[in-house]
């Protein structure tokens, strides 16, 4: 090979770092975020991040050892960001102004953001530790703003359940403009910071749900035993003879009653969709005024969510791992779901439109999750009162 004039040398070397940015790392990182929340942790792989950068693999694994490592630098990124954001707030700065900046990066970084809801599990222990003291720092802040605009309540579990609100936006992907989000997220976390007493004696009521499954067969003795080991461990860690084990079979007998692990998910999502869907059949029932009956599929789901915690977090963080084909018949009972809740809030607020509606009832379901993961999903009348005060609140009723 005959090499370039020594004068043409610095041109071209200038030309090949122009096509690399400064800050691939960063370009990286963001591009994992969003691979581990469409895919999940363990379906994730690093070829798929490596192309929505377009670097090979080759190059990605000059930035990251491992894809434990990339996973482990988004989640350090994330909860960074938000704490760098809360630092620059003044100390007793007003709840708006604490809230503001959490708003805007969440709703900034949705794509991203959704995998750490369920998937910090797979973290290590060190890892763990560090983002839940990330996190907890936000909390404390955010209390503090609570406690001190709204002494009233358990300023803790309403600080926990606005950032639920403002979070739920990294979990669906409701189209709506990033300002028309910020704002309708922040009005919904400002309403439940405020939820008082009152509002939890307001929203005590009976929720009639369905017996829990009696498993009768082998088929649903499997089931029953699966989900709360997919529940603790998460899905891909959860071997077949586990699974064999828990019930009193072999490995190869469980291919007599499903063709694999994963249609064993299949059917745990499956069935919380329909237990769920059969709650609010119930609940809505003769229910004729659109405020009562969004105070009805509030206290319906938080029911749910007390009744069956397991079955509800295997049904939520594991059905990205399911094939498209598993997913679409649950695809389409989640949107007859939001559906119901669409139609009642527009009813019960006429000026939202379909994606406001929308978003807010994902909030709702946010605040649900993270006001049961605050009170360690400690079921009673109490408990389930106070998380429903907390939805309805989110929903600006």
């Given amino acids: 090979m005959v090499p370039a004039p020594r004068s043409a040398r610095p041109a071209a070397a200038g030309r090949a770092a122009a096509t690399r940015p400064r800050n691939r790392r960063q370009l990286v990182v963001e591009a994992a975020g969003r691979v581990f ?37 988004c989640a350090d990124v994330m909860v960074d960001g938000l704490v760098s954001a809360l630092d620059e707030v003044p100390p007793g700065a007003p709840l708006p102004d604490v809230l503001l900046p959490l708003t805007r990066i969440t709703v900034a970084h949705r794509a991203s953001g959704g995998v750490y809801r369920w998937e910090a599990r797979y973290l290590n222990r060190e890892d763990r530790r560090r983002l839940a003291a990330g996190f907890g720092r936000l909390v404390a802040r955010v209390e503090e703003a609570v406690r ?5 309540g358990d300023a803790r579990l309403r600080a926990v359940a606005a950032l639920g609100a403002i979070g ?91 063709p694999g692990k994963i249609d064993i998910l299949a059917a745990a999502c499956l069935q919380a969709a329909g237990l769920l869907a059969q709650g609010v ?27 069956h915690t397991e079955l509800n977090s295997v049904a939520e963080a594991e059905v990205v791992g399911l094939p498209a084909a598993m997913r679409r018949p649950l695809a389409l009972a989640q949107r007859e779901h939001i559906a119901v809740w669409e139609q009642q809030l527009r009813l019960a607020r006429p ?13 709702a379901f946010g605040v649900a999750v993270e006001a049961g993961r605050g009170l360690r999903w400690r079921d009673g009348p109490g408990h389930r009162a106070a998380v429903t005060a907390l939805v309805v609140s989110a929903l600006g009723l």
């Avoid at 084990?245 to 469980?254: E, K």
């Fill in 37 to 73: 929340s469409e895919r999940g942790y363990h379906a994730a792989s690093m070829e798929e991040v490596a192309a929505k950068v377009g670097i090979t693999a080759a190059a990605l694994y000059r930035h990251f050892p491992n894809k434990y490592a990339l996973f482990a630098e």
């Fill in 148 to 152: 001190r605009e709204h002494p009233l």
């Fill in 168 to 258: 739920s936006i990294t979990m669906h992907h409701t189209s709506i403009a990033q300002r028309r989000a910020e704002d309708l997220l922040l009005t919904s976390a400002l309403g439940v910071a405020a939820c008082g007493p009152a509002a939890e004696r307001r929203a005590a009521r009976p929720v009639e749900l369905p017996a829990h499954p009696v498993p009768r067969t082998r088929r649903a003795e499997i089931l029953a035993a699966s989900v709360p080991l997919f529940a603790r461990d998460g899905f891909a860690q959860v071997t077949n003879g586990e699974i064999a084990r828990a019930v009193g079979l072999t490995p190869s007998a469980l291919y007599r009653h499903y």
């Fill in 281 to 307: 059949e119930q609940n809505l029932r003769g229910v004729t005024d659109p405020h009562e009956a969004v105070v009805a599929l509030a206290a319906t789901y938080v029911a749910y969510s007390f009744e």
């Fill in 351 to 363: 000026e939202l439109d379909p994606r406001q509606a929308r978003v807010l009832a994902h909030a």
